[in-house]
């Protein structure tokens, strides 16, 4: 069969520049793994051809008997009205992802048939029937701990020019805080290691130098991570990676280990400096007391830090924004992500809010991360949009860039580039920000 796959990307208001799309995607930072396991699992009989762009700008033809869309809920809409034009053309369609998984009965809208949760498995299931022409409308999740679902190298070319490599050694994040439609999805919760020979062998096949461990956080199972950072030194290739912070902050001989493997820097979760609103989302991996230790740790190895924090939390007042600013200079963050809590379908916070009626809308193109889709328990939806733009401004205005970015050629030139990169880019971004 002929199998189209395509890898549908989030619409983000800080990435609406074509030029930064193009720029993001090569650097492997905006593509999920989804789209390459699939086609990573493919019998080789099937001709799989990938595409990677933000939208389907190909014309649709009848030439492919399977069309595979992943998308996400920003991205729904574009998703369906792709979907709709290959089934006018009689080809069938298969919707997948965290919407797809969370609003099953609105993807099959659009679908002749929806594949639940991370895929693998039911994918081969799928692709059976689909030879016998007795494909179905939905495929459940499966347990990916069995032998026929063994996860394979997701070293697949992607078309186009990408810089940074991307691999998985872990699958699954058992932590399933309220607001992540990761952890939450269909077996997202179930946690998965890949034989350390294995991902070795990926790593070393690589033909980028620098790569991105996709896993939801490398610091889940230490023990397993500690063996494969042993086996990563004679590699000589350079990585980051997310973490979480419980042990980062208490490990030292782990985050040492980490930097002898290769590993530039630690992309954290961190969310909040108020220990009140990780414990109301279930981040039980988080105290912030231990945020700087953390943080210490990771400079003293000339690594960098990468931040993510998102506001709106029932427990933000207005002057969180503030307070944030006060805590990442004090700190010494390398690099900040700011979003808007987002209440994505499939989580409980999405059903929290909505049993308490404080959804404003449920116009999927408008979460984005960066949009207020719920009313706030402390502030004004407009209050809170307005307070991430402008500690993203703040925080990368040109003097606190050049600030933040100078010391770290101190660190070597991949810390320092990637620094730099990073905070230049998010500068120019801003410049896309409007209240």
Known sequence: MKILLIEQLRKSNLSSNRFLTRFLTSFSILPTLYIRRLAAITPGKHKVTILNERYHQRNITD????????YNTASSSVAYKVADQYRKKNVCVILCGLHASALTNEALKHADT?????????????LKDAEKKKIQKIYPPKSLDTEHCHLPSTNV???GFVLMGAIEATRGCPYQCHFCPEGNTPNGNHFYTRPVEEVIEEIRNLPQKIFMFYDMSLTIDPSYTKELFRQMK???KHFFCNGNINLLARDPSFVSLSKEAGCIGWLVGFESF???????MGKS????????????????????????FMFGFDTDTPDV???????????????????????????PLFKKLQKENRLLTTKWDE?????????????TPEQLQRGVFSLYKQFYSPKEVIQRTMPTILNGIYPFSSVAARNLLASFNSMFLTK
């Open 321 to 347: 924004f503030d307070v944030t600013f006060s805590m990442l200079k004090k700190l010494k963050i390398d690099v900040a992500d700011f979003t808007i809590v987002t209440p994505f379908p499939g989580t």
């Open 157 to 159: 070319r992607l078309p």
């Open 274 to 280: 108020q220990q009140q609103t990780l414990d109301s």
């Open 63 to 70: 030439e492919y008997d399977l069309v595979v869309i992943h």
């Open 234 to 236: 004679p590699l000589k």
């Open 114 to 126: 929806v594949l639940l949760g991370r895929g693998e498995c039911n994918w081969l299931d799928l």
């Open 285 to 308: 991996t988080n105290m912030v007391k231990e945020y700087e230790t953390a943080i210490d740790l990771i400079h003293s190895h000339n690594m960098i830090v990468i931040g993510d």
């Open 367 to 379: 979460y984005t991360m960066f949009n207020p889709v719920f009313q706030p328990k402390h502030m």
